[in-house]
Protein backbone atom coordinates (compact mmCIF):
# COMPACT_ATOMS: atom_id res chain seq x y z
CA UNK A 1 0.00 0.00 0.00
CA UNK A 2 1.83 3.10 -0.89
CA UNK A 3 0.20 6.07 1.22
CA UNK A 4 -1.46 9.53 -0.55
CA UNK A 5 -1.96 12.86 0.26
CA UNK A 6 -4.53 15.32 -1.34
CA UNK A 7 -3.33 19.17 -0.96
CA UNK A 8 -4.16 23.09 -1.99
CA UNK A 9 -1.85 25.55 -3.42
CA UNK A 10 -2.45 28.84 -4.02
CA UNK A 11 -0.29 31.89 -5.10
CA UNK A 12 1.04 34.73 -2.74
CA UNK A 13 -2.21 36.83 -3.09
CA UNK A 14 -4.46 33.66 -2.44
CA UNK A 15 -6.56 34.78 -5.28
CA UNK A 16 -6.52 31.21 -7.14
CA UNK A 17 -6.62 27.58 -5.96
CA UNK A 18 -5.54 24.36 -6.97
CA UNK A 19 -6.56 21.07 -5.39
CA UNK A 20 -3.79 17.76 -6.37
CA UNK A 21 -3.14 14.47 -5.40
CA UNK A 22 0.47 12.48 -5.00
CA UNK A 23 2.05 9.80 -2.83
CA UNK A 24 5.10 11.96 -2.23
CA UNK A 25 3.95 15.61 -1.29
CA UNK A 26 7.42 17.01 -0.90
CA UNK A 27 8.48 16.04 -4.04
CA UNK A 28 5.50 17.83 -5.95
CA UNK A 29 5.50 20.60 -4.17
CA UNK A 30 8.94 21.13 -5.06
CA UNK A 31 8.18 20.74 -8.77
CA UNK A 32 5.55 23.19 -7.91
CA UNK A 33 7.73 25.37 -6.92
CA UNK A 34 10.15 24.74 -9.37
CA UNK A 35 7.80 25.06 -11.82
CA UNK A 36 8.57 21.59 -13.21
CA UNK A 37 6.07 21.66 -15.60
CA UNK A 38 6.12 25.07 -17.32
CA UNK A 39 2.77 25.01 -19.27
CA UNK A 40 1.05 23.67 -16.18
CA UNK A 41 -2.12 25.59 -14.43
CA UNK A 42 0.01 25.56 -11.49
CA UNK A 43 3.02 27.36 -12.90
CA UNK A 44 0.70 29.80 -15.39
CA UNK A 45 -0.82 31.18 -12.26
CA UNK A 46 2.50 31.16 -9.60
CA UNK A 47 0.05 28.66 -7.61
CA UNK A 48 3.25 27.19 -5.32
CA UNK A 49 2.10 28.33 -1.80
CA UNK A 50 1.07 25.17 0.15
CA UNK A 51 -1.70 26.05 2.39
CA UNK A 52 -3.49 22.61 2.96
CA UNK A 53 -3.10 19.01 2.74
CA UNK A 54 -4.25 15.37 4.62
CA UNK A 55 -2.06 12.10 4.22
CA UNK A 56 -4.08 9.10 3.75
CA UNK A 57 -3.07 5.59 4.17
CA UNK A 58 -3.32 4.91 0.37
CA UNK A 59 -3.00 6.37 -2.53
CA UNK A 60 -6.47 5.74 -4.07
CA UNK A 61 -8.13 7.80 -0.65
CA UNK A 62 -6.00 10.52 -1.60
CA UNK A 63 -7.34 10.85 -5.32
CA UNK A 64 -10.89 10.06 -4.28
CA UNK A 65 -10.26 13.36 -1.81
CA UNK A 66 -9.11 15.35 -4.44
CA UNK A 67 -12.01 14.55 -6.83
CA UNK A 68 -14.17 15.36 -3.82
CA UNK A 69 -12.62 18.91 -3.33
CA UNK A 70 -12.60 19.61 -7.18
CA UNK A 71 -16.17 19.35 -7.08
CA UNK A 72 -16.84 21.47 -3.87
CA UNK A 73 -17.10 25.12 -4.50
CA UNK A 74 -14.12 27.73 -3.57
CA UNK A 75 -16.55 28.14 -0.40
CA UNK A 76 -15.72 25.01 0.67
CA UNK A 77 -11.88 25.36 -0.05
CA UNK A 78 -11.76 28.66 1.36
CA UNK A 79 -13.33 26.90 5.11
CA UNK A 80 -11.05 23.96 4.87
CA UNK A 81 -7.96 26.33 4.63
CA UNK A 82 -9.43 28.78 7.21
CA UNK A 83 -10.26 25.55 9.53
CA UNK A 84 -6.28 24.39 9.88
CA UNK A 85 -4.40 27.35 8.53
CA UNK A 86 -6.34 30.70 8.89
CA UNK A 87 -3.10 32.63 8.42
CA UNK A 88 -2.54 30.80 5.03
CA UNK A 89 0.88 29.99 5.73
CA UNK A 90 3.31 28.24 3.54
CA UNK A 91 3.20 24.65 4.64
CA UNK A 92 5.91 23.36 2.83
CA UNK A 93 8.78 23.77 5.34
CA UNK A 94 6.53 21.73 7.59
CA UNK A 95 5.88 19.04 5.50
CA UNK A 96 9.72 19.00 4.28
CA UNK A 97 10.11 18.10 8.30
CA UNK A 98 6.80 15.64 8.56
CA UNK A 99 7.53 14.00 5.21
CA UNK A 100 11.40 14.94 4.35
CA UNK A 101 12.35 11.46 3.28
CA UNK A 102 10.99 11.79 -0.32
CA UNK A 103 12.49 15.27 -1.01
CA UNK A 104 15.77 13.90 -2.87
CA UNK A 105 14.11 11.17 -4.60
Known sequence: MKPGFAYLLTNKNNTTLYVGS????????????????????SAQ??????????????I?????????????????KVALINGANPEWLDLYEEVKQLFGSDAEE
Do not use: C, W
Open 22 to 41: TSRLVQRIKQHKEKFFPKSF
Open 45 to 58: YNLNKLVYFEAFQM
Open 60 to 76: GDAVGREQQLKAGNRAK
